[in-house]
């Protein structure tokens, strides 16, 4: 890449090689022709000037010719006037004699009007052969710049030709991938068409009661599946005891118990589905409150709603939901994530399982744990009480301390101003001497030179 800066506005730009070799050739052809303007119009003009030099050196002869001519004649008129007593003695020779004189100067200046002639017409031949031969040399040199040209031109051309039909034919490969995976699209979203259609037209031939028991079955079966394997101990059952103030009960109830018969934990299930042509839409937070009351009257650990509400809900979509900050010990899960949600609270419930264990141990062996925790209670009130009134001297002992503390300080500092007043006077005492004390006092200056002069 080259950097250009343009000289009108000073803005800075770059090309690549290619446009910048094309600036460079017509930069390059510009200048060619205008300097083969400037080399033609020089060799006109200096045609001209040797023609007008030429010109003007045969007219400066010619008119000195005349001018000694003239001179000749009057020295001829002269020498008649004066010869004049013996022109008719002589006529006829002095007259044969000056033609004959006459003749020779103007064949004399013919000839040399003819050398001039031949000089001139010799000079013109050569400027005209040289100028043919600059000429000749400038064809050359353009129709050799016309040739460069054409072959670039030509060069060019066939690179972009080679350009074109390496687009085209990444087009048509392009074209081909993009009707190749437009066809797949297409015959994936028709069987997802049919699919979505199949199921539409189950649950339209199902009614709002059969819907919620095709979930409940669902997670019945999945249970099943593995009951033997992962929960051998465990109960899986309709809660089929409504209360007797709500008259309301859940779907499920899941229990799980050690070899021992202790209980590791419960689980309170409700099922929650719905055709998509409801009129009424339902919420999942429709049903924490109904649950919760469902959870506590069954004495279960956990409550889990299972629910195909809210499809669209990214929140019920990532996984599982915990809602225990609106109602404790409750989750919200897809069908998918049924087993999971079992698993997952069932391994955290083994590990206080231990805990449980030896709790019983201890309720086995008929120790008074409220009576101990009583006294524990006790002694924590007594202890905290003589804590604080502990603390309290202590904070009060500090407090003094901190006062104490705060006085020596100031003591401190009041000595070391004293012991910086002490060195100042002294710094002062040391720096007083005769000649300070006498300074501007006249009088104890004479007295000083008096006791001096007496010693």
């Known amino acids: 890449m080259n950097e250009i800066k343009c ?8 090309i690549d090689e290619a446009g910048y070799a094309s600036i460079v050739k017509q930069v390059r052809d510009d200048e060619f022709h205008a300097e083969l303007q400037k080399q033609e119009a020089l ?19 010619m008119q000195e010719a005349l001018a000694e001519r003239d001179n000749e004649l009057v020295l001829i008129k002269t020498k008649l006037a004066s010869v004049n007593a013996e022109r008719d003695n002589a006529i006829s020779l002095a007259e044969q004699k000056m033609k004959n004189n006459l003749m020779d100067e103007l064949s004399k200046k013919e000839s040399e009007l003819l050398s001039i002639r031949h000089t001139m017409e010799q000079n013109e031949l050569k400027i005209k052969t040289e100028n043919d031969r600059a000429l000749h040399d400038l064809k050359n040199k353009l129709n050799a710049t016309e040739t460069e040209k054409k072959l ?29 995976i437009k066809e797949r699209h297409e015959s994936e979203i028709k069987v997802r068409e049919d699919e979505i259609k199949r199921i539409n037209d189950m649950k ?38 409504s209360s007797a103030d709500s008259k309301s009960k859940g779907d499920f109830i899941f229990r799980d118990h050690d070899l021992d018969g202790n209980e590791i934990i419960s689980i309170m299930f409700e099922m929650k589905n719905e055709n998509d042509t409801t009129a009424t839409k339902k919420k999942n937070e429709d049903f924490y409150k109904e649950l919760d009351k469902d959870r506590r009257e069954k004495a279960c650990e956990y409550a889990v709603l299972v629910s195909l509400l809210e499809a ?24 998918q994530f049924f087993l999971p949600m079992i698993g997952l609270l069932r391994n955290a419930a083994l590990n206080a399982l231990q805990y449980k264990a030896e709790l019983a141990l201890v309720r086995t062996q ?35 301390i901190d006062n104490s ?14 012991e910086n007043n002490l060195r100042l006077a002294n710094n002062k005492a040391d720096d007083l001497t005769v000649k300070k004390l006498t300074h501007n006092n006249p009088t104890m200056t004479d007295k000083f030179n008096n006791l001096k002069s007496f010693d």
Do not use: W
Not at 156 to 171: H, P
Not at 405 to 415: G, H, Y
């Open 7 to 14: 000289p009108k506005c000073n803005e800075k730009f770059t």
């Open 366 to 400: 008929n120790i008074d744990v409220t009576h101990f925790e009583n006294r524990l209670n006790d002694f924590r009130e007594a202890f905290g009480r003589n804590y604080r009134l502990a603390s309290e001297r202590f904070s009060d002992a500090i407090k003094n």
């Open 405 to 418: 503390i705060a006085q020596l300080q100031k003591t401190k500092e009041n000595l070391l101003n004293s």
């Open 43 to 61: 060799l006109k003009s200096d045609k001209a000037n040797a023609v007008k030099l030429a010109e003007a050196n045969v007219k400066n002869a």
């Open 204 to 241: 339209a031939r199902l009614s709002t009661k059969m819907v919620g028991e095709t979930l409940e079955q669902h997670c019945q079966i999945e249970f099943n599946r593995v009951r033997a394997m992962s929960f051998p101990n465990a109960t899986f059952k309709k809660d089929n005891e």
């Open 312 to 335: 669209d809900n990214e929140l019920y979509n990532g996984g599982i939901v915990d809602v225990s900050h609106e109602y404790p010990k409750m989750f919200v899960v897809r069908p």
């Open 152 to 180: 670039a031109v030509s060069e060019a051309v066939d690179e972009v030709k080679r350009e074109c039909e390496r687009l085209r034919l990444e087009l048509q490969q392009k074209e081909m991938e993009k009707a190749s």
